[in-house]
């Protein structure tokens, strides 16, 4: 339930500090004076340091480009508050063989903690609970103090956490403790990352994915559809129409986004949309991972005659060779239904036919859910039997299996989610997450302890990051925890 609170002061800090508890990359401040408990203040990012070191030093080198970019943006005659604090502990550090710890889980370097201290007799460290005002307040730069007076009374709401108080409290015990943080490479990782982020869209997924694993921050931003969405949702109509051109076209962006490639040169053999086989080529060809030579048929009110079968067959030796055409997974794509002898060729040369609205559907999938098609899975079953116009049935049995397994996934999540709302525990045990599972009467589909136990690594893996995970000597102890959910569009 959310409550609303009145304030009239703001606790004045680095701007660079003050954008670090708005990212959630910090937890903690560092006030000049103990701030008791309880205390509840805007947070007023002002143009000081700590101490007389420069930034470069003062800041690590993982954080340093966002503490540039926050001084940066201050302005000379106003400041823009867009966040409120609340005090739920302050300590006095003096001890000097703890700064390097806590310079691991802070964005502070040894150097700088150790200034500060040398400064004064206490380090005051202010664990800083953070909500986001639902709009930012602007007011005059206020030259000094560590309080400091609003313009008015500013009334908000803690609706808007930037970090829930599971992760919150996750973080404060590692603080608290001193505990070395989990994944130091991840935090370099991401560092890396800032300056991509701005300009590659895939960098700034990746980058918000990892802060989240971090727990760095709560939610992932909200993901943009796909825009090849666009021509991909015509595939099916285009495939049913008289227009060949451009259906094979839409066949070899498809193959390109699945993840197939070709390097070769040759326009008779090519994967290139804007250059297509033309009269004598053939109308697709893959290269890696593995050889796909195919020929598409627009027209659903179209019969497919035994020539394109044949076509393919007299083009693939013709472009690839006996050898590498025999080497190649084969596939028609065709909207129509093949003459009975055509469809005999079709078996005999082990051709796949595919529906356009097939092929759409296995690219939607890769489109809105880019992890799950694996071209190395798909692989054996375009190579096994059925072939001819049976083929198809064989590719949308991959395809239910690929969003059963997706199905599974998502439900462990959201145990683990669940679990975590319901009784207040952060983590659970492969066994009790076992046994929720089969506490659903329709569970996706039947599973084993062990394999569980290997999705849930699978999920809480860095660069998948939808759980967490507290390794235990083995898997009996291993203990999972929310991290975010996998959204299926059924």
């Known amino acids: 339930m959310s409550i609303s609170v009145s304030m009239y002061n703001a606790l004045r800090l680095p701007a660079a500090d003050v954008e670090a508890l708005i990212l959630g990359r910090l937890i903690v401040a560092m006030p000049r004076k103990f701030i008791n408990p309880g205390q509840k203040f805007a947070l007023y990012p002002a143009n000081i340091s700590i101490n007389l070191l420069p930034h470069e030093q003062h800041y690590r080198s993982s954080f340093l480009p966002v503490a540039k970019n926050a001084l ?14 609340k005090c739920e502990l302050c300590q006095m550090l003096n001890d000097p063989e703890s700064l390097e710890a806590l310079s691991q889980l802070t964005v502070w370097t040894t150097e700088a903690l150790q200034q500060t201290l040398l400064e004064k007799p206490y380090l005051f460290l202010a664990y800083l609970r953070v909500y986001l005002l639902s709009q930012p307040l602007e007011m005059s730069v206020h030259p000094s103090g ?42 370099e990782l991401q560092s890396a990352l800032v300056h991509l982020s701005t300009t590659n869209p895939k960098a700034k997924q990746l980058d918000a ?49 699945l993840g197939f490639a070709n390097s070769n040169n040759n326009p008779k053999a090519s994967l290139n949309p804007e250059s297509t086989g033309g009269a004598g080529g053939l109308d697709f060809y893959c290269e890696t991972p593995y050889p796909v030579a195919g020929e598409c048929k627009a027209s659903k009110h179209e019969s497919v005659p035994n020539s394109v079968t044949a076509q393919l067959i007299h083009l693939g030796l013709t472009h690839l060779g006996q050898d590498k055409f025999d080497r190649s997974v084969k596939i028609i794509l065709a909207a129509g239904p093949l003459t009975n002898p055509a469809n005999q060729a079709a078996i005999g040369s082990k051709m796949n036919v595919i ?128 991290l975010r959910d996998l959204p299926l569009d059924d």
């Open 72 to 85: 940066a943006q201050l302005n000379s005659e106003t400041v823009l508050i867009k966040a409120w604090a």
């Open 146 to 187: 560590n309080f400091v007076p609003l313009p008015n009374s500013l009334t908000v709401t803690d609706s808007t956490p930037v970090l829930s108080e599971s992760i919150f409290a996750k973080r404060r015990q590692k603080l608290e403790k001193l505990e070395p943080p989990e994944h130091p490479e991840l935090e």
């Open 209 to 257: 994915e990892i802060k989240m694993f971090l727990g760095w921050s709560e939610k992932l931003p909200a993901a943009k559809p796909d825009i090849d969405l666009d021509w991909i949702k015509t595939i099916a109509q285009i495939g049913n129409s008289s227009d060949g051109n451009t259906f094979e076209k839409l066949v070899r962006k498809s193959f390109i986004k």
């Open 355 to 482: 529906r356009p609205e097939t092929l759409q559907k296995l690219v939607e999938l890769k489109a809105k859910q880019p992890g799950s098609i694996d071209l190395l899975q798909l692989k054996p079953c375009l190579e096994q039997q059925p072939f001819g116009e049976e083929a198809d049935a064989k590719v949308n049995r991959y395809i239910d299996d690929v969003r059963e397994k997706l199905k599974v996934r998502s439900q462990l999540i959201k145990i683990v989610k669940n679990r975590l709302e319901i009784t207040g525990v952060e983590n659970a045990g492969v066994e009790t997450l076992h046994g929720a599972y089969y506490a659903n009467p329709n569970p996706p589909q039947p599973l084993k302890l062990e394999e569980m136990h290997e999705i849930l690594i699978e999920l809480s893996s860095p660069l998948t990051g939808y759980l967490g995970r507290i390794k235990g000597d083995n898997l009996w102890r291993d203990r999972f925890y929310f």
